[in-house]
């Protein structure tokens, strides 16, 4: 897989006198975690929902989880990397938050191992904490730019960088995802 930082010239010039960049720089707000909590998420419309996540303490499977339009995700502050998309074949640029971030909005539950993610066509994949925590694993909202659409594999879903060790397992890349919640 290739990653380049997308980000300034000079960043780039420095990059390649470097060799290969597996870095990100961010495009929104600050690198220090994610910028929102449940609090600060105030509930909208239910057609602007893009991703339910279960499994809080507040928020539980048994209740209504917090439900996140796209640009609640991207609040919690966006980068551009280009990465090598191993269904199309080639170099895509996502924007993209980290997985972690939008994952503490759900407030899991520390023992919570395994997270149990779900399509909109009811397809499921369970990704380990760890793996979703560790770095190099981004949830995708936009692909060169614009809105990724659900015919496309949107309006989110899970890329990798080559940094992360799970970066090689296709089956880990799920695509147009509706819920995160504990296995």
């Given at each position: 897989m290739h990653v380049?930082?997308?980000?300034?010239?000079?960043?780039?010039?420095?990059?390649?006198?470097?060799?290969?960049?597996?870095a990100?720089?961010?495009?929104?707000?600050?690198?220090d975690?994610?910028?929102?909590?449940?609090?600060?998420?105030?509930?909208?419309?239910?057609?602007?929902?893009?991703?339910?996540?279960?499994?809080?303490?507040?928020?539980?499977a048994?209740?209504?989880?917090?439900?996140?339009?796209l640009?609640?995700v991207e609040?919690?502050?966006?980068?551009?990397?280009e990465?090598?998309?191993?269904?199309?074949?080639?170099?895509?640029s996502?924007?993209?938050?980290?997985?972690?971030?939008v994952?503490a909005?759900?407030e899991?539950?520390?023992?919570?191992?395994t997270?149990?993610?779900?399509?909109?066509?009811e397809?499921a994949v369970d990704?380990?904490?760890?793996?979703?925590?560790?770095?190099?694993?981004?949830?995708?909202t936009?692909?060169?730019?614009?809105?990724?659409?659900?015919?496309?594999g949107g309006?989110?879903?899970?890329?990798f960088t080559?940094?992360h060790?799970?970066?090689g397992?296709e089956?880990?890349?799920?695509?147009?995802?509706?819920?995160?919640?504990?296995?």
């Amino acid at each position: 897989m290739h990653v380049r930082l997308v980000a300034t010239a000079a960043a780039l010039v420095l990059l390649a006198g470097c060799g290969a960049a597996e870095a990100a720089a961010p495009a929104g707000p600050a690198d220090d975690g994610p910028s929102l909590t449940v609090a600060d998420v105030p509930a909208g419309p239910a057609e602007d929902v893009v991703l339910t996540l279960l499994g809080g303490a507040d928020n539980g499977a048994a209740g209504e989880g917090v439900a996140l339009s796209l640009e609640q995700v991207e609040q919690l502050g966006t980068r551009e990397l280009e990465v090598y998309e191993p269904f199309l074949e080639q170099d895509v640029s996502f924007t993209v938050v980290p997985l972690a971030d939008v994952l503490a909005l759900a407030e899991l539950d520390p023992d919570v191992t395994t997270l149990h993610t779900i399509a909109y066509n009811e397809y499921a994949v369970d990704i380990t904490r760890e793996t979703a925590e560790t770095p190099g694993a981004w949830l995708a909202t936009r692909a060169d730019g614009e809105p990724i659409a659900v015919a496309d594999g949107g309006p989110t879903r899970v890329v990798f960088t080559d940094e992360h060790p799970e970066a090689g397992d296709e089956a880990l890349w799920i695509w147009s995802i509706a819920t995160v919640e504990p296995a």
